[in-house]
């Protein structure tokens, strides 16, 4: 379950589990993302995709235009769907493991603008390229002005995010693998923003 803000709500009220808030990325972002690792070695223990920008993420928070979905598999049904933001495409999967968020995609007809939570998988096909999907958690239709707002707000997070990672252990991190210069992301946050007609 999430509130309006794309955070989780806490599993638990002692405060012992507590979900990952769910960060507003763009997709041109998250497809250039291809450092991933688990913090501990537990089974249940969180795994994480380094951000480009310098920060670690679990969980991601965006909107966009529902394009396309398609129903696969018979046993093991699951909906892959795109969702398109002004920077990019995001592949969007739903399962039985994802009951609530499967049924939400099943009763979306594209196209239409939504906003989706959701755990970001990353796989390397044999040559070396990593492709990254969004296991959905939710998805739910808005309507045009959310989707503008969450453009403003995943611009200021992006943003955000390049101004205060300098100098922290993921920053410094992010520089050294990724070695991409951050004028390309305000570049892409300020093509982005160019986009809205409002």
Known sequence: MTNGTGKGM?????????REPARRVFAQELKESRVHFKEGQDEKSPSYILLPTGARCNRVFFAGTLTEKKKQGEQNMFYRARVVDPTGTFFVMAGSYQPEAMQQVARLEPPCFVAVVGKPNVYQTPD????????CES???VDKDIRDQWVLDCAK?????????AGTPD???ARKE??????????????A???LKI
């Open 128 to 135: 070396g390229a990593v492709l990254i999907s969004i296991r």
């Open 139 to 141: 998805i739910t239709q």
């Open 157 to 165: 997070a992006t943003l955000d995010r390049i101004e205060t990672s």
């Open 10 to 18: 806490a599993g638990r009220r002692d405060g012992v589990f507590e």
């Open 178 to 191: 990724y070695n991409i210069d951050p004028g390309l992301f305000r570049k892409m946050v300020y093509e």
């Open 193 to 195: 923003l160019a986009q």
């Open 171 to 173: 920053g410094e991190r």
